[in-house]
Structures are given as C-alpha cells and as structure tokens.
C-alpha cells in the first residue's frame, strides 16, 4: 500500500485541524503503516519533579496513531479513537523530549490498530507502550 | 474500612502536589471506595467542534482513581498509574462538563484497580469507560 | 429498546452455534442492556490449588458480552470480539462458581461495549473485571 | 542480564505446574527478555468453521509472558497475571499452529509487562496483539 500523506502533508493537516495542539508534536519520520512522532515537552506537560504528566503520555500515543493512520488513508479528521491501553513503565527523564515509534498492525475498513512504544530521548527502555484503535468514518 | 482523607483534604492535597491542574476538577463527593470529579470544561480542553478531547479525559478518569485510592490509604503524592484502559463510546456534549463516577474494585498493598465511568452533566448514557491500576509505593 | 432474544433463546443459540463449550455455562437472567452468566465450574477449568484458570475467567467474560449483545440484536454468530481488557484482582474460590454480571455500555450500529464483573460465588469481592468490545456484522 | 531457565527448564517446569495445559504448547525459542511459543492447535481450541478460539488465543498469550518472565527470574510458579489488554485483529487460518513472539518491555521487583504478537503459521499479519502485567511474588 502507498502513502496518501507526506510528512509535510500530514504536519499541515495537523496545524490546520488542532491547533490547539500542533505545536506540541513534531513528526519525525512516516512510512508504510509506521510514523515516529516527538512530543516537544514544555512546562505545561511537567508534573512536580519534572516528569512528563500521564494525560501528556496519552496524548502522544493518541496522535501519533491517528496520523499513522491517515498517512494511509488519507485526511480523515473525523477519525476516533474507540479505545486505548496503555501501560506506564518508567519515570521519564526530565528535561528532555518523548519520542513514540508506531506501528500500525491493522488498517480494515471500519477499524485500524496500531501500537506504540514511547522513549524519552537517547534512553533505550522505553516509558509507556500503548495500542490503540481507531474508527474510520464510512466514505 | 474508613476514609483517610475527606473531600476538602484531597481538594487541597491536589492544589498543593497538582497546582498546574487542580483548577479543572472539582471533587463532588467522597465515599467508601468511591468518588465523584468533576471536570470544569474550559477552552483548553477543547477540540474543534466544541468536544472535549481525548486526553481531558483520560487526565479525569486518571485523577478519579488516584483521589479515590488516597482517600482510602492517606496522602501519598507518589502512587503512580502502571495501566490504563480505556473506552471512548460517544462524543462529549459541546458546552458541559464532563463528570467521573469512580468506584475502587481493589485496593491491596501493592496496586489499587479503579473503575470509572464518564458522563457529560445531564446525559445518561456514558461518554467514556476506564479502568486503572495505580502502584502504591512501600512505606 | 426490547430484547430480542428470550433467555431460553439464547441458551440455545449457545448450545447450536457452540456446542463445545455451551455445557460451561448457564444464563441466569436476560434483561435491558444486561445479562447474568455462570461459570459451571469443572476440572478442566482449574489450576493447581483449585483455582479457576485465566483462560476460564476470559471465555466467561467474552461470551457474556456476546450474549448481552445477542439478546438485544438477535441471533448474529458472526459478531467477533475486537478487544478485551481484564484485570485480574482476587484468587477465586476453590469449590465454587463464577458468576458475571455484563452491563452493555454501548450498543452501536457497528461496535458494542459491555462491561462484566466476575464474582466467586458467595462473595461480595469481585475476581476479575473485563471490558469487551465487539464488532457487529452489517445486515 | 543473563537467563536463568533454559528453554528445557521451562518446559519442564510447565510440564510438572500446569499439567492440565503443557500438552498444548511448544516453547520455539528463550532468549534475553524474549520468548517464541507455538499453539499445538487441536480439536478442543477450535470454533466452528476451524478458527481458533478467543481463550486458546488469550491462553498463549498468557502462558508466554509467563515463561518471558520466568526464564529471567527463575521458577517462580506463583507469579499471577495482573491485566491483559488483547486485541483480536484478524480470524486465525483454520488448520495450522499459531505462533507467539513476546518480548518483555519490563522486568521490576513487582511487576513485569510483555507484549505478545499472534500469527497464524506462514502468514505476516499479525491474528492478535496483546499486552499483559504479571505480579511477582515477594522473596
């Protein structure tokens, strides 16, 4: 199957329909059924001490399977997430950004699933891991 | 068992541990294993179209358990989530807030489980389902 | 909305569609969005000590979603389970059933969401809580 | 860290705990956090139509996070599964074995979390996914 979105494609796609929080991700690489999306922590994703929040951790994960999934579909902003489960295995370390590798294991007509592991950057164990699964809207 | 801690302690716990979101929850009510949050929806919390988004959510159902698990085992700032699942089901009402009905399923010496049903004010049927378990560090 | 399905109905749905495991269970009652199964226990449900197996625990809460499903669109075979979370939280009784109670969250035109507690029975403390989601053929 | 159950050791541990199931599973592969399991399909795991059921699919994932596990901390029988998030993704090929590769993404004092791919043998897309928590009993 081929791309329907480039990088660019999908970045734009991202700014014009959140953007409340494009700003917050910077997507790093997209292949067939695979995105790498970072999240660029500031302040308002810290808990006390410095560690990324969870919401923040979810929010990654979120994103980043949705524009794995667009990137094969094409621009769906109507696209939603049915469900999600995430484990938190690590403290991540404080001052630097979360990178999350995504997989897409299922893209179906009605539904796509995809996996992520999530990294604070230049650490080899990663944070979180997450699957998630998406509606697609009937054409 | 009874509570360790009552409504308007966990409200304070959370302004001083959380201060950067205790403004978005307002702690309804406090019980044996239960607890009831609300989410004061503002624009941050906002996707296009007026909806909350999805990790307004998971934020609330994620503080539900934690404050359900501290009113029963005192304030401990350093329960952390280990999993999270959760079930989106239907498109929040623009303009509501969103409110957390939680009730602890667990609550061992090591994990507490939690579930949590989310319902935008004033509708009957759920927006969202979740379940989590927080590790609860040794003393 | 009306059942669709009566409980001696979907009893025998059961006992034709999947007479390898229909003997395992008994639906207690069918009512509005909700049903009640019964794990008879045997042998070959048990672990060493006596304990009900984690797969046992699975195969009651999946086909009481499945069931809860039915009774409210009619006899659809071909519904499959798309997801499943479980937490397992107490070692169940030796000696003695398992009771699921399965309340459906959702009832869409193409997923179903159902929750179910499972219970050893005579015990107030439940074993294991599940959410289930289901696909629905189209018509 | 080094492995401290060979691919032996394991399959005769399995063999002398859990009689009742050993029969039904191949261990391929051990290795540092990882583990290749096979389902030795039979009769009793199929459904109509000769797909594989949901719980034989949940009782391979299960038992391989478990032997992931194992193989790092030893025979530690009383190690219990916590939660299991599984996604069914596709209908397994009637007819042939179903394959497990699971690697640990975590090994703690407590806990330990795996994530398991299913295939169906000879084929790429994945059947199931599945992410599952296991308790680690205290020394």
């Known amino acids: ?11 734009r796609f ?10 917050d991700f910077a997507i790093e690489e997209v292949g067939d059924m695979r995105v790498r999306v970072r999240l660029l922590v500031g302040v308002r994703h810290l808990r006390p ?11 990654l994960a979120d994103v980043t399977v949705y524009l794995a999934t667009l990137a094969m579909i094409g621009p769906e ?9 995430i484990d938190f295995m ?14 897409l ?8 699933v995809g996996e ?6 230049g650490l080899e164990a990663p944070v979180a891991r997450a699957s998630l699964t998406y509606a697609i809207p009937p054409k």
């Open 90 to 103: 690590r403290k991540p370390t404080a001052g630097v950004d979360l990178i999350a590798e995504c997989r």
């Open 1 to 11: 199957m081929s791309l329907k979105m480039t990088r660019d494609e999908l970045t």
């Open 105 to 112: 294991l299922k893209l179906g007509r009605v539904l796509s």
């Open 49 to 59: 001490g410095g560690t990324v929040s969870g919401p923040s951790i979810f929010a």
């Open 116 to 121: 992520v592991l999530i990294f604070s950057e």
């Open 14 to 23: 991202l700014e014009q329909e959140f953007p409340q929080v494009a700003g």
């Open 77 to 85: 902003a109507l696209a939603v997430t049915t469900n999600c489960s």
